[in-house]
C-alpha cells in the first residue's frame, strides 16, 4: 500500500507539473557551464535519488527461481525508476526553470504550491510523508539480510545469522540495524547541518563499496575461470569497467565534497579490518550452503529454539 501511495504521489507532481502549472519563463542563454567538480558533485545526489536499486538482490535467497526473477527484478526496477526520475524532473524544469530549481530548498512543494497554491503544498508533504515511510519499510526488510548473511559467514558475528522460526526474520540482525540507524540519526542531529552530515559520512563508504564489488567480480573471474556463474554479465568484461570507472569518478566527487567528512565514514570502516582478522583466527568461514535457506511458508517454517 505505501509503495501503491510512492506511485501516486509522484504522478501526481508529473501530472500537476505538465499540465495543469504554466511553464516557467525562457531561460538565460548566458548562464554559465559550472564545470567538471560541480557535474561530479551534482551526479553524486542524483544517483543517491537511486539508492535502494541494487537491495533486491538481498533478498535474492528467499526468491522462486532468483536466476531468473532477480535478473528481470533489477533490469525492470532500474529502467522504471529511471523514467519515473526523468518525468519528474521535466515537470521541475517545465514549472519552475533551471535558475528556479537552483535557488528552491524544496523543488516539489515549490511546483504543488505554483500549481494549485498552499493546498498543493500541504498535499505534498503528506505524500512525502508516506514515500519516507515506504523507503524506511524497504530498507529495514532488505538491509538487515546483509547483517544477517555476515553473520552465517563468520562464527565471530555469528549471533547476527540466527533466523527466528516464530516471526519468519533475522531478529538479531534487525535489532543491529535499527541500533546503527539510530546512532546516525542522532549524529545529524547533533551536527549544525543535520541530514548534510549523513550524507557526508556515507556518501564516500556508498561509492567505495560499489567499486570494490565491481572489482571483486573480475578477482572471481580470474580466480576461478572455470566456475559455473549463476548470472551472466553482458558485454564483460565492458559493463563492469564502465561501472568500475564511474564508481571511481563518484567516489572522488564525493570525498572532493564532504571533505573531513569522509574520514568519519572511513574510519568506521577500517574497524571491521581487526573484525575480520579475529574472525579469520578464531574459526574459518563457513560455507552459506552448509545451512538450510530461511523459512519461506508455514510448512517449511523450522520449530523455533527456546532463544526465539
Not at 506511485?7 to 511553464?23: H, K, N, Q, S, Y
Not at 575461470?225 to 564483460?236: A, C, M, N, S, T
Amino acid at each position: 500500500m505505501l509503495f501503491a501511495a510512492t506511485l501516486a504521489g509522484l504522478a501526481c507532481v508529473v501530472v500537476v507539473g505538465l499540465f495543469m502549472a504554466p511553464p516557467a519563463p525562457p531561460a538565460d542563454a548566458g548562464e554559465s557551464n559550472p564545470g567538471s567538480a560541480a557535474f561530479g558533485l551534482a551526479m553524486v545526489m542524483v544517483l543517491l535519488t537511486y539508492g535502494g536499486w541494487n537491495e533486491s538482490a538481498y533478498i535474492s535467497a528467499e526468491v522462486r527461481d532468483g536466476r531468473r526473477n532477480m535478473s528481470r527484478a533489477l533490469v525492470i526496477g532500474i529502467a522504471l525508476i529511471t523514467l519515473g526520475y526523468l518525468a519528474v524532473n521535466y515537470a521541475y524544469l517545465r514549472v519552475l526553470g533551471a535558475s528556479g530549481m537552483a535557488q528552491s530548498d524544496a523543488v516539489a512543494h515549490d511546483l504543488m504550491e505554483a500549481a494549485l497554491g498552499p493546498a498543493g503544498a500541504t498535499l505534498l508533504s503528506a505524500l512525502v510523508v508516506v514515500v519516507v515511510l515506504a523507503s524506511l519499510n524497504v530498507t529495514i526488510l532488505t538491509g538487515a539480510r546483509t547483517n544477517y548473511a555476515l553473520g552465517r559467514d563468520m562464527p565471530l558475528l555469528g549471533a547476527l545469522g540466527q533466523w527466528s522460526g516464530r516471526y519468519g526474520a533475522p531478529v538479531t540482525a534487525l535489532l543491529v540495524q535499527a541500533g546503527v540507524a539510530l546512532g546516525l540519526v542522532l549524529a545529524g542531529t547533533m551536527s549544525r547541518s543535520g541530514i548534510e552530515a549523513v550524507v557526508d559520512y556515507l556518501s564516500p563508504v556508498f561509492w567505495l563499496f560499489f567499486l570494490l564489488t565491481g572489482l571483486s567480480l573480475f578477482v572471481l573471474r580470474w580466480r576461478d575461470p572455470e566456475r559455473e556463474r549463476p548470472f551472466r554479465v553482458p558485454l564483460y568484461p565492458v559493463t563492469p569497467a564502465l561501472f568500475c570507472a564511474s564508481s571511481a569518478y563518484l567516489l572522488w566527487s564525493s570525498v572532493n565534497y564532504t571533505g573531513s567528512g569522509a574520514f568519519a565514514g572511513v574510519a568506521v570502516l577500517l574497524t571491521g579490518i581487526p573484525v575480520l582478522l579475529i574472525g579469520r583466527r578464531s574459526a574459518r568461514y563457513r560455507r552459506a550452503d552448509h545451512y538450510p535457506p530461511p523459512a519461506t511458508s508455514v510448512a517449511d517454517t523450522p520449530v523455533p529454539d527456546k532463544g526465539d
